[in-house]
């Protein structure tokens, strides 16, 4: 990466916002709860759709106030790109830290947002505080991170951090792959009974942006509602079929989850295999092909040639 | 005659509790293996929490199951059978905060409400038992007090456990189906003046620390004239429309019917559904009258703090903060009701 400019969030997001530079800006705000910050999503002055008028003085001072009001600190949990969706041929700026840059570079690669619409500010980070374990250590997903500096960006809001060196498989999920048939299963059945299909972990996954998801089919239906873990295990399966290859492990869903489904070790036992078989990690490369998405004619596999 | 009270020691409660368990199912507060606190049904006396503030996991599901059956079927050639699943059994609900209480308030409004009553909800209703529980501090996130709703409150319980000193519980028995549970508690002893006097007393102290009440009817008169106000987009744009809220709450009611089948035989079963999902409103045709999160966003407050209160005169918010923890956007209904509230007098002349 050539150096990219450092800035300071709020002096830029005042100066893309004031002069149109963009329409949207995506940061992070305090919210209401302690160790908890929540999205701040703000309008220009001159963006479309909104009360906020340019030279009306009461616009500009809202505006302030708002800008005023963004952070990013290791508080900073939710990933952002989630939200590019709902701003859709909209010029959005957004603050991305590196596991969000990831899923940023899978939409740009799944042609779900236009590069050129987009000022993506990127945020070092050293890891997100886990808030359930007040004490207090970072999340497992951010200890296990692998790019704690964004791969894409347009400014940086700090100085690059430095990158631990990490296992090529943890032991948490070496102990898993180890264990019997039977206690994989009880521990599947035991994490499904706790989930209440809110669907809380498909709505904060960025790369979950089908408009009309297997979930919410209704003709035919493909996933029951009930509270028979059966329902919560299709339900998931499936999710994490598609996830194959584009999961970039940001912990989002896991993060998110009201009632602490532990997605993570299946998520990263996905990400292991996809790097295992095709040495591909989703997000890293905007020109990369990615692997379940690209046909070959050298492919290993005779039925597919 | 005096209100029956009894006091029991909190090292005595698992042999309360498993004297209630005799006979009928037991929902209460307890931890689970991740050490959440969720209202679940106890298979061992020992597992009710009474460390445990508001759980995560609201009481609704003793009246409202997530999967209800209304009748199962089998078909063979030329022929089906229907059957109605059994009879409710009887069951108690324990430790319920009075907001929760009231919640169960709102569940019955909406249920008993002619022209169409809803008989298995009613019938779960009349075999269930409430046994409430005062909370003498105030729980993290709960803003049930704006809401005119006092923790040690004991109406509309059947019985109603008061936190005393040296660690012991006051059982009050408030109606029949409380003075049913006699066998659960006669080995204790009655209250004597003092405890007496302490439970009068903690009242007295929770009242005493009453906050400012929510306008209400202000909210409710505002709601009317924001149909279409930019504060929703300021409400909807964070929400990732998922169903976090909604299922924790303990007011929310809405509901799915479906069809359960496996070969030849199958079930009806009700399961809960959201006014914030996509599908929930979804015709037949493909068409959908709330066709975005911001549709979806309002109707969930005015549902709450509009629509409700004109029906049934009382709002479909308790005030118990679960949503506010569950949301993984962190929303806070607080802040929006405030300035849903404070743009009522913004606006008056």
Same mark, same amino acid.
């Given at each position: 990466m050539t150096a990219i400019k450092q800035v300071d969030l709020k002096t830029l997001a005042r100066e893309l916002l004031t002069t149109g530079k963009v329409e949207v800006f995506i940061g992070y705000q305090a919210a209401t709860q302690p160790l908890t910050t929540a999205p701040l999503i703000i309008h220009g002055a001159l963006g479309a759709g909104h009360a906020q008028q340019a030279s009306n003085p009461e616009a500009e001072r809202d505006l302030a106030r708002q800008v005023e009001a963004l952070i990013f600190d290791d508080r900073c949990e939710m990933n952002l790109a989630n939200y590019l969706h709902k701003f859709k041929d909209r010029k959005v700026a957004i603050v991305v830290k590196g596991c969000d840059s990831r899923s940023m570079v899978g939409l740009l690669q799944e042609k779900q947002v236009d590069r050129k619409d987009l000022i993506i500010i990127g945020a070092p980070c050293r890891g997100v505080i886990d808030r359930r374990h007040v004490g207090s250590e970072i999340y497992a997903a951010c200890r296990e991170c692998p790019v704690h500096n964004p791969v894409i960006a347009d400014y940086v809001i700090g100085a690059p951090v430095p990158q631990p060196d990490l296992p090529e498989i943890t032991?948490?999920?070496?102990? /898993?792959?180890?264990?019997?048939?039977?206690?994989?299963?009880?521990?599947?059945?035991?994490?499904?009974s706790k989930c209440i299909l809110c669907y809380a972990c498909r709505n904060l996954c960025p790369a979950c942006y089908c408009k009309t998801c297997f979930a919410d089919a209704s003709k035919p239906k493909w996933v029951g509602r009930t509270d028979d873990p059966a329902d919560a295990m299709m339900f998931h399966l499936q999710r994490l079929m598609h996830l194959g290859g584009r999961c970039t492990g940001c912990g989002a869903c896991v993060r998110g989850c009201p009632m602490q489904v532990d997605l993570r070790l299946y998520n990263d036992h996905l990400r292991s295999h996809v790097k295992q078989e095709y040495g591909f990690m989703a997000g890293m490369d905007e020109a990369a092909q990615p692997p379940l998405a690209m046909y070959g004619t050298d492919d290993c596999n005779e039925f597919i040639r | 005659m005096t209100k029956e009270i009894r006091i029991i020691p909190l090292t005595d409660m698992p042999a309360f509790v498993g004297a209630l368990m005799q006979g009928r199912k037991v929902l209460a507060p307890t931890r689970n293996d991740d050490g959440l606190c969720v209202f679940a049904w106890l298979s061992a006396p020992e597992q009710a929490d009474w460390t445990c503030g508001i759980p995560r996991v609201p009481p609704k599901q003793a009246l409202l199951p997530r999967t209800?059956?209304?009748?199962?079927?089998?078909?063979?050639?030329?022929?089906?059978?229907?059957?109605?699943?059994?009879?409710?059994?009887?069951?108690?609900?324990?430790? /319920?905060?009075?907001?929760?209480?009231?919640?169960?308030?709102? /569940?019955?409004?909406?249920?008993?409400?002619?022209?169409?009553?809803?008989?298995?909800?009613?019938?779960?209703?009349?075999?269930?038992? /409430?046994?409430?529980?005062?909370?003498?501090?105030?729980?993290?996130?709960?803003?049930c007090r704006e809401l005119g709703i006092d923790p040690m409150d004991n109406r509309d319980c059947d019985a109603f456990l008061v936190p005393l000193a040296a660690n012991r519980m006051a059982l009050e028995i408030l109606t029949d189906k409380g003075a049913a549970l006699k066998p659960a508690y006669e080995r204790f002893p009655p209250a004597g003046a003092e405890d007496r006097a302490a439970i009068a007393e903690a009242r007295k102290l929770s009242q005493a620390r009453s906050t400012p009440p929510l306008d209400m009817a202000a909210i409710q008169r505002n709601l009317e004239t924001i149909f279409n106000s930019d504060l929703w987009n300021r409400i909807h744009e964070p929400c990732v429309g998922c169903g976090a809220c909604a299922f924790l709450c303990p007011t929310c009611h809405c509901f799915d019917i479906q069809e359960e089948t496996r070969g030849l035989d199958g079930a009806r079963v009700r399961v809960w559904d959201t006014c914030q999902f996509d599908l929930f409103t979804r015709h037949a045709s493909g068409h959908n009258p709330r066709t975005s999160q911001k549709e979806r966003s309002r109707q969930r407050i005015m549902h709450k703090f509009s629509y409700g209160v004109d029906r049934f005169h009382i709002p479909f918010c308790v005030g118990c903060g679960r949503c506010i923890a569950a949301c993984p956007a962190h929303n806070d209904v607080r802040q929006i009701l405030k300035e849903i509230q404070d743009l009522a007098k913004a606006e008056k002349p």
């Open positions: 032991p948490e999920m070496e102990a /898993l792959r180890k264990a019997s048939p039977d206690h994989r299963w009880e521990r599947f059945h035991k994490e499904m | 209800e059956v209304f009748f199962r079927y089998h078909r063979e050639k030329g022929k089906e059978t229907v059957s109605p699943p059994p009879p409710p059994e009887p069951q108690a609900v324990l430790g /319920l905060h009075p907001c929760d209480v009231q919640a169960v308030k709102v /569940l019955d409004a909406v249920f008993s409400a002619e022209p169409s009553p809803d008989q298995p909800y009613l019938e779960r209703r009349a075999v269930t038992t /409430l046994i409430g529980r005062g909370f003498s501090e105030d729980e993290p996130l709960v803003f």
